[in-house]
């Protein structure tokens, strides 16, 4: 007898809640339907998050995704909409969510959405948090000075666009030698100005204010 998908996602104790560590989840079999064609689509998810008080359950998330198989919805709107529940249930310190979309109609499509106490700008956040999420996206920078959108990915221009101006946000010095060579790394794939049109539209009413990116002509 096959089990029931559900939208229920359940949580346990995070076990160190005094030390930042990494979740990764990978599942390869997520599928959803098309909402123009009803036809299914079939995706590679991948998960990765810094836990604070709460970690999701694994069999609540796997039922949770099954819940997705007769689910219409476009690729952008339903890799959102499980980011947004991730975070609603657990409330973590960071999270990234890529959704790598199978090949249809001879387009390949790879959604990431991300999560990084997007609350700074609402001026709710603390500086506990607020230095925890530094200190991981420190961490997390490549040997060469920038970011990827996963765990050993490649280098991503928005992904380290936005990293480089959160940093300073929290007050990360740009003379500092990781900031020297994150601007160095944006600056040679182009500058600020080569992001995608998302990451510009976030970027363009703070950075014109009080803070400088990485661009041809600032610097």
Same mark, same amino acid.
């Given at each position: 007898?096959?089990?029931?998908?559900?939208?229920?996602?359940?949580?346990?104790?995070?076990?160190?809640?005094?030390?930042?560590?990494?979740?990764?989840?990978?599942?390869?079999?997520?599928?959803?339907?098309?909402?123009?064609?009803?036809?299914?689509? +079939?995706?590679?998810?991948?998960?990765?998050?810094?836990?604070?008080?709460?970690?999701?359950?694994?069999?609540?998330?796997?039922?949770?995704?099954?819940?997705?198989?007769?689910?219409?919805?476009?690729?952008?709107?339903?890799?959102?909409?499980?980011?947004?529940?991730?975070?609603?249930?657990?409330?973590?310190? +960071?999270?990234?969510?890529?959704?790598?979309?199978?090949?249809?109609?001879?387009? =390949?499509?790879?959604?990431?959405?991300?999560?990084?106490?997007?609350?700074?700008?609402?001026?709710?956040?603390?500086?506990?948090?607020?230095?925890?999420?530094?200190?991981?996206?420190?961490?997390?920078?490549?040997?060469?000075?920038?970011?990827?959108?996963?765990?050993?990915?490649?280098?991503?221009?928005?992904?380290?666009?936005?990293?480089?101006?959160?940093?300073?946000?929290?007050?990360?010095?740009?003379?500092?030698? =990781?900031?020297?060579?994150?601007?160095?790394?944006?600056?040679? =794939?182009?500058?600020?100005?080569?992001?995608?049109?998302?990451?510009?539209?976030?970027?363009?009413?703070?950075?014109?204010?009080?803070?400088?990116?990485?661009?041809?002509?600032?610097?």
């Amino acid at each position: 007898m096959s089990k029931q998908a559900v939208k229920t996602l359940e949580t346990f104790p995070n076990p160190n809640p005094e030390r930042d560590y990494t979740i990764n989840f990978e599942i390869p079999e997520f599928s959803c339907l098309c909402p123009k064609t009803g036809q299914p689509d +079939f995706a590679v998810l991948e998960i990765e998050y810094i836990p604070d008080n709460l970690c999701v359950e694994l069999k609540s998330l796997k039922l949770y995704i099954w819940s997705y198989r007769d689910h219409g919805a476009f690729h952008e709107a339903v890799t959102n909409k499980i980011l947004d529940d991730l975070v609603a249930t657990i409330s973590p310190r +960071f999270m990234n969510i890529s959704a790598d979309f199978n090949v249809r109609g001879g387009i =390949h499509t790879n959604v990431t959405a991300e999560y990084i106490m997007m609350n700074h700008f609402s001026g709710e956040i603390n500086n506990k948090t607020e230095e925890k999420i530094a200190a991981y996206l420190r961490d997390q920078q490549n040997e060469e000075g920038g970011w990827s959108l996963y765990t050993d990915g490649n280098f991503d221009l928005s992904c380290s666009v936005k990293t480089y101006f959160a940093l300073k946000l929290v007050g990360d010095d740009q003379h500092e030698e =990781h900031m020297i060579r994150a601007k160095t790394m944006i600056l040679n =794939h182009g500058g600020a100005a080569h992001c995608n049109v998302f990451t510009r539209i976030t970027m363009a009413p703070v950075s014109y204010t009080h803070l400088t990116l990485p661009t041809n002509r600032e610097v």
